[in-house]
């Protein structure tokens, strides 16, 4: 407040020496004024100086997480020029606007601060983090100077990943059991003779991981497990695009539960030993697909970095589409947070269509009918509710 007095001061004081200079025509007047006018243009030639020679090293660790970890921003900060940084100060940009913060701090001449901020994460997604915009006063804030780093050529702000947490779940209701159980399907006759057998001859174009290895070595030939059908086919993950309603947080939460529980179903399809594929409504020429373990985060990292943008149409248009090239015996889990009664009409009808088709719905309250589903509160205990029961 004082400062801002001051500045105020001066000013007034500028312009009453111009105004004192043409009243009476006294040199001293204009000298006085030209030497303000001196001393700001200096001030913003030393501030523009700072600014395009502003050094500092800003780094994300890890720039992979999950939400229960806590990464960090470390923010260096260096001043190799011969005058100090009386005040600096500079905002930095959060994952949630509300924990945006700022720094205020001051820089002798050649010396440098480091700030380890830690990043709060709420929910999962991809991120941009760092410094925003810098603002530079002198001594007596008389020519304060804001700058927005973003207009820089050379300046990015870091990314963050925040991957959706993958839950173990022991069942899930809707899943197929396994071929190799005899739950409900027996494994394909063999192509010469009548036992039955889970293996074939290599034929060219067969994937290399379907080969049988040891099974090859024995007998001196290559073989490649064979499934029967529909165990052979992948888990299908669809995943509803359609932006949710609500504010901000609420639609970030939606979309956080919905990434969590497709994480979570791919998780259980890969522990089956199940290829799992992963498709978007936007998008459904694209599709992920993993069948090992260890690309469980190809799924995460795909979810992570996808955004919500298709309208509410689309989806009544392109799943019939995309799904009639999938085996009416195919495992297909849809996941929505849409509430509108076309939507659940026509989701109704798909399952007369889709033997196992399962709608994990966000926000979604039992309602009678065919259709199987799994509601799930945003922000609730997704491990929890895929466990419970379909309604």
């Known amino acids: 407040m004082i400062m801002r007095f001051v500045r105020i001061l001066f000013y007034t004081l500028l312009a009453a020496l111009l105004i004192a200079g043409l009243y009476t025509g006294l040199r001293i007047y204009f000298l006085l004024f030209l030497s303000g006018m001196i001393s700001i243009f200096a001030v913003l030639a030393l501030n523009m100086y700072t600014i395009y020679s502003f050094k500092f090293d800003q780094t994300v660790s890890p720039i992979h997480a999950e939400t229960d970890e806590i990464p960090m921003l470390n923010l260096t900060l260096f001043n190799e020029n011969f005058f100090p940084l009386s005040i600096l100060r500079i905002q930095i940009q959060m994952i949630n606007p509300v924990d945006n913060s700022a720094l205020t701090f001051s820089l002798s001449p050649f010396s440098s601060k480091s700030f380890s901020i830690p990043i709060r994460i709420p929910y999962c997604g991809t991120y941009n983090v760092g410094m925003t915009k810098v603002s530079i006063f002198d001594v007596f804030d008389l020519v304060p100077f804001r700058f927005d780093m973003r207009h820089l050529s050379y300046y990015r702000l870091k990314t963050l990943t925040v991957l959706p947490k993958a839950y173990h779940v022991e069942a899930i209701p809707g899943e197929i059991s396994d071929a190799k159980a005899f739950a409900e399907l027996k494994l394909r006759t063999a192509e010469q003779g009548d036992n039955f057998t889970d293996l074939r001859g290599y034929r060219p174009g067969d994937p290399i991981k379907r080969i049988h290895f040891k099974k090859s070595a024995q007998h001196q030939t290559l073989y490649v497990k064979q499934y029967d059908m529909p165990q052979a086919d992948a888990v299908t993950l669809y995943i509803d695009c359609t932006l949710p ?47 090992q373990m260890n690309e469980l985060d190809l799924i995460r990292k795909s979810l992570a970095a996808h955004s919500f943008s298709m309208n509410e149409e689309s989806l009544l248009e392109e799943f019939p589409k995309n799904m009639i090239r999938l085996s009416f015996e195919s495992e297909i889990y849809l996941f929505s947070s849409r509430q509108d009664e076309s939507f659940l009409q026509n989701t109704e009808a798909w399952s007369q269509k889709m033997k196992h088709l399962l709608l994990i719905h966000i926000n979604g309250l039992p309602i009678p009918g065919q259709l199987r589903r799994i509601c799930i509160a945003e922000g609730g205990d997704v491990a929890a509710a895929l466990s419970a029961g379909a309604t």
């Open 245 to 291: 309603t609500g504010d901000y947080r609420s639609i970030r939460m939606q979309f956080h539960t919905m990434c969590e529980s497709a994480a979570s179903v791919a998780l259980r399809a890969l522990r089956r030993r199940k290829a799992v594929r992963l498709i978007f409504s936007d998008d459904s020429s694209r599709e992920v697909i993993c069948s």
